[in-house]
């Protein structure tokens, strides 16, 4: 990379890696870069538009990458959410830049982000002064032909007990999380209507176990 760095949010495609953020032994970092396997080289893209370590990002096979939470590194946690536009698997070097959506309805840094049929969930992590949460938070894109839709935040049940700094996996269609300080696994079984294409959360039918 062309900048050292730590404390990254990190995506990938089969072929690319999307690197944004992180921090640099003194302060946070705003910059991004991409590596692109096929040529084994770094490509500088935009800046995030806010500095931030400690971030998720997930990148949608649509193309869209989203910058997500994340922290200034003074106890100060972020709900805001960048998006941009960023090729998946492609030649693409563009000239895309981050714009804003819609905020996350709680800030949040040291979290699972995880992407299930397109839809982002978010859960637990830090938030401003350190203290750990359970909040889960499902985001549901704007339209990638709208260029001015921010996308909607929705609280959802939170996780049996919070924790921060742990990961997420999608397994069939579930989300799966391991809280390493217990070794216990949490499961989430969203449902989703057949007619309205949504995602409910009743209880008995989907939940964290």
Known sequence: MSVARTRIGIASSS???????GWDGSTALSSCELYRSTENRWITLPSLDVARHLLRIVW???GR?????GGDGKQMCYNNVEMMTCGWNTDWVGDS???KVAEMLNARSVFAAIVLHDLVF???GKTT???VISSVEL???????DQLALGQWTDIQPMLSP????????????VLILDLNSSKMQRYRPSRSNAQMQWTTTVGFAGWV
């Open 122 to 124: 978010v859960a637990g």
């Open 65 to 69: 990458a989203f910058a997500i939470g």
């Open 60 to 62: 949608l096979p649509d």
């Open 129 to 131: 002064g350190g203290v």
């Open 163 to 174: 924790m921060y700094c742990f990961s997420g996996v999608v397994f069939g269609e579930a």
């Open 97 to 99: 830049v981050w714009r």
């Open 15 to 21: 072929k690319e890696i999307l690197v944004c953020g």
């Open 139 to 145: 985001f549901t894109p704007p339209a990638v032909d």
